[in-house]
RNA sequence: GGGGGGUUAGCUCAGUUGGGAGAGCGCCGCGUUCGCAACGCGGAGGUCGAGGGUUCGAAUCCCUUACCCUCCA
């Protein structure tokens, strides 16, 4: 026996050991965010990076292989974050330890395995294990793994084989595909941690028997129908949970008592001066924290950020949620960043990544924390406001529609305001919260139609699978080809003939033409035949890597299936385009020399015109930024570095320096495209020889995209040119305009801005004074109608500014009457009429000025004090102003 | 993918039957003071997110769109 438990780590590199001395290829944890599957939110299993190599889709040059994988399970169909920090065993992150046989060693040796390990390695004691093995199921047409008990019995006894059920030992990758039975090794914990039922056993949901590694055995592959038939070469696929490992191994009562948590729950302690333990509230709020702090630290290392929608969300809510538990022990400062530093170096070892996008993660934390804290803010005074509403209407109850509304819109944690109520004396209506949830759920899974992924046809699938295309288009821009298929029409059915003027598409067996990838848009050009037809190749797309798709257009001729062609690609729009995209490498790398190695590209766009780069980064740029960055990449132009291409594996082109980006999809061997002593990006884009080719590069705008995200499009090349040609333009022609040299420009602008305010405000001035005569004229003319005053005038020279000035300042004077003011201008007709308050109910101002500005060919209306109205007529302003006696009068006799 | 809310001065936000674009803070100037803070007076600063429509008239009503917040999937 070992004298000291063994640690997390040291229980991870013994597993990786152990399965490398037995001829496993050690491979690394894939990314959280699944690559090239965009059915699953985050990587949850050991088996997600070897999907396509059990169903056959890639190869792989070793057969064995073991990881240690990072997983996240949270959001998606099973959904146990509420569960987290109040169980011993629920985490958002964990890591799964897996050894994987592609059509290597089967059953006897994966339960060799399992059983060395764990008792040999792991010194676990063999009295203490069970196993359980599939109990067979009619409907799947299988019988009971006896395979699997056989061998097991050389290890356990009978007794402590216990069968179980399809639903928990079966496992299956999707509706179809490789599937088969599993068996778990169970650990029991003894009496001490059980329920006490009499009824505890294997499988129940106490903590007695803890499952500690699950084996499965991909032996049948599952058809359309249902069927399962033997798979020729079965494979497996283990996972063993490290937390459980070390927890069971160190004695603690739960995952969080290892030395795996404990540290991370002790900068919590540190932070908010309780220690863990003390009471049982504070204990499970640090354990969320704990374990938020984790998965947050390893989603945003892998490229995550907080947002309100798809991974983003879950991260955001996890986030959130860890926040939440921050102020319940009292953290009301930002805490998370130093929680997720302490996951960062406690497990830098072995994730390398963590310490580098360390300070990325911790500004990404505190933006979030920020963000948050404005929420809970605006929330807090809505909920004041809510309460003091119901206190009002004589309630004691916040509704549930109400409390559905703080929730849903404004995002304000139900359990906060379950307290604040609570203090206040008020219930919540949680029955009728409950049901608007429902509504809201049901409304959004109607709408739902599935993942984002593109549905390829079935004509196109069988396509793909006989055909196999040559690339051409790294090393020639001509070639001669046959047409392998033609496919016409909305079905995209294949067919024989495509006629003049007609669109479709080709598959060729070799092409030039560059499908569109990696932000770089497709190749352009035309395919001809020898006796004279000619299409134009509007687009080139790759729906699968065998697939390459010639969208043209017939413009002479006809083009028939096996026909040989000769395919041409555009070659000036080609070396524009690779311009950009040489460019868009010499940018990201500038982007991170400049910014810091937090920079990772986010999109990317690569048109013969222009270049569009997204990147994470959290502030704009500064103007000097951008010039550094600007000149940065100029510098390496001048410098006409030399780029180069070459193939290499995977592992090999990360670990000479390339940069690998998240989201893309690699296979084992990759394209690394290197600027000397610059840049080295993996990709498959096309590019230019040497730097030089770029000619002038250009920054012509930047800016946000979402929360996080920068945006920065250039120029090159001759585009490049013809931008700051035609800035110098603009600038000559608005010189030219105002007499300057462009240089003086802004010198002369300047004296121009304020020489047009000085003018600005003695026309105010003379303004004033004229209306100050206009005024007095006003007043002079100003009749009796039946014993109210009426003043009336045409002011032509004023605006509805002016207007309503002079006639509040009339109104004063008058002290009590009718003003009503009229103006042409630009062909129309301004009133304006009102009324002092003592004649309210006598005269209405709206009423006045709708009945004036009818007569000039208009309508308005306004408050009974003050209205304007408009016309179209000035000619009969005369008329109007004739009948404005009557038009009073008739009010105030009504 | 589907809801809810938002976008108005440098910042935080008001702005109800559609009829004067505002407050607080900040900034500049003047006054008060030995000086500072505070205070008083004055001032600058607004494509009311963008585009279309309805209307005599739109920050306000309708449609489209961008972005932000938020919930659900």
Not at 77 to 100: I, P, Q, S, Y
Not at 289 to 306: E, K, N, Q, S, Y
Not at 523 to 536: L, M, S, V, Y
Request: glycine residues 10%.
């Amino acid at each position: 026996m070992p004298m000291r438990a063994m640690t997390g780590s040291e229980i991870r590199s013994a597993f990786l050991d152990y399965f490398q001395a037995e001829g496993h290829r050690v491979v690394a944890s894939s990314s959280l965010v699944p690559t090239a599957d965009p059915s699953l939110l985050f990587t949850n299993a050991g088996m997600v990076q070897f999907k396509d190599v059990f169903t056959g889709k890639e190869q792989r040059p070793y057969s064995r292989a073991v990881t240690a994988q990072k997983c996240v399970r949270a959001g998606g169909k099973h959904n146990d974050l509420e569960n987290v920090g109040r169980t011993a065993r629920h985490h958002t992150f964990f890591e799964m330890l897996g050894n994987f046989s592609f059509g290597d060693y089967f059953k006897e040796r994966a339960i060799d395995h399992a059983w060395t390990f764990l008792t040999g390695r792991l010194g676990l004691p063999a009295e203490r294990l069970w196993v359980t093995i599939h109990e067979g199921d009619a409907a799947l047409g299988v019988g009971p793994d006896e395979e699997a008990e056989r061998l097991w019995l050389r290890y356990v006894q009978k007794e402590r084989i216990v069968p179980c059920s399809t639903k928990d030992n079966f496992w299956q990758m999707g509706d179809t595909g490789p599937c088969g039975p599993c068996s778990e090794i169970v650990y029991d914990q003894g009496p001490r941690m059980g329920c006490g039922r009499p009824t505890c056993a294997v499988g129940c949901d106490c903590d007695r028997y803890l499952e500690l590694w699950n084996l499965v055995f991909m032996q049948f592959e599952r058809s359309l129908e249902g069927v399962l038939t033997p798979l020729p070469k079965p494979s497996i696929d283990t996972g063993a949970g490290l937390e459980r490992l070390a927890a069971v191994l160190q004695g603690g009562r739960s995952n969080f008592d290892t030395d795996l948590f404990r540290p991370i729950i002790g900068v919590v302690e540190e932070q908010c001066g309780a220690r863990y333990g003390a009471s049982v509230q504070a204990a499970v709020s640090m354990r969320v924290i704990a374990d938020h702090a984790r998965a947050t630290a390893f989603l945003v290392t892998d490229g995550v950020l907080p947002s309100n929608e798809g991974r983003g969300y879950v991260l955001r809510r996890i986030m959130r949620r860890a926040l939440r538990h921050g102020r319940m022990l009292g953290l009301e400062e930002p805490f998370l960043a130093a929680v997720t530093g302490r996951v960062a170096e406690l497990m830098q070892e072995a994730y390398p990544e963590l310490q580098e996008a360390r300070d990325h993660v911790a500004r990404v934390a505190q933006g979030e924390e920020e963000r948050f804290g404005h929420t809970l803010k605006v929330g807090l005074r809505l909920v004041d406001s809510l309460l003091e509403a119901q206190k009002g209407a004589g309630s004691r109850t916040v509704p549930g529609a109400e409390i559905f509304k703080l929730y849903d819109t404004y995002g304000f944690p139900l359990d906060l305001l379950r307290d604040i109520a609570g203090d206040q004396g008020f219930a919540l209506d949680e029955a009728g919260f409950e049901q608007a949830m429902e509504e809201q759920r049901a409304k959004a899974r109607e709408s739902w139609v599935g993942s984002g992924e593109v549905e390829i046809p079935a004509s196109l699938k069988a396509l793909a699978d006989r055909l196999r295309v040559e690339a051409c288009w790294h090393h020639s821009l001509t070639e001669e080809a046959k047409i392998a298929a033609i496919l016409a029409g909305e079905g995209r059915q294949p067919a024989e003939l495509l006629r003049q003027g007609e669109t479709g598409e080709l598959v060729l067996d070799r092409t030039p033409f560059y499908p569109e990838a990696g932000g770089q848009v497709s190749d352009g050009g035309r395919i001809t035949t020898r006796d004279g037809a000619q299409a134009e190749v509007m687009a080139v797309h790759r729906p699968t890597p065998n697939l390459v798709l010639h969208r043209v257009r017939v413009k002479r001729g006809s083009l028939r299936a096996d026909a040989t062609v000769t395919a041409e690609v555009e070659a000036g729009r080609r070396k524009a385009t690779a311009k950009n995209h040489t460019a868009t490498h010499l940018l990201h790398a500038a982007l991170r020399q400049v910014l810091g190695d937090h920079v990772k590209q986010a999109g990317s766009l690569v048109a013969p015109d222009r270049l569009r780069f997204d990147f994470s980064h959290w502030s704009p740029l500064a103007p000097q930024e951008i010039d550094r960055i600007e000149r940065l990449v100029n510098e390496q132009i001048w410098e006409n570095r030399r780029v180069g291409t070459e193939e290499k594996a995977l592992d090999d082109a990360v670990k000479g320096g390339a940069m690998a980006l998240f989201g893309e999809k690699y296979g084992e061997r990759v394209r690394v495209v290197t600027v000397d002593g610059f840049s080295q990006e993996l990709c498959e884009g096309t590019h230019v020889q040497a730097t030089g080719e770029i000619g002038l590069f250009k920054i012509v705008s930047q800016g946000g995209v979402a929360a996080g995200v920068r945006r920065v499009e250039a120029v090159t090349g001759p585009g490049a040119y013809l931008y700051v040609k035609q800035e110098e333009q603009v600038l000559a022609e608005a010189a030219a305009r105002i007499k300057a040299r462009p240089l003086e420009l802004a010198e002369k602008v300047e004296r121009l801005t304020e020489s047009s305010r000085d003018l600005e405000r003695e026309n105010q001035r003379l303004k004033a004074r004229l209306a100050g005569g206009v005024l007095e004229e006003l007043l002079a003319g100003s009749r009796d109608v039946n014993g109210v005053r009426v003043a009336a005038g045409r002011v032509d020279s004023l605006d509805a500014k002016g207007m309503r000035e002079l006639g509040d300042r009339a109104r004063a004077r008058l002290g009590s009457g009718v003003v009503v003011l009229v103006a042409q201008a630009e062909g129309r007709v301004l009133w304006l009429t009102m009324v002092t308050t003592d004649l309210a109910g006598k005269v209405h101002a709206g009423r006045l000025a709708r009945e004036l500005a009818a007569v000039t060919g208009g309508g308005g209306g306004g408050r009974p004090d003050m209205a304007e109205a408009g016309g179209k007529d000035p000619s009969r302003i005369p008329e109007a102003l004739e009948r404005l006696p009557e038009l009073v009068n008739r009010q105030l006799s009504s």
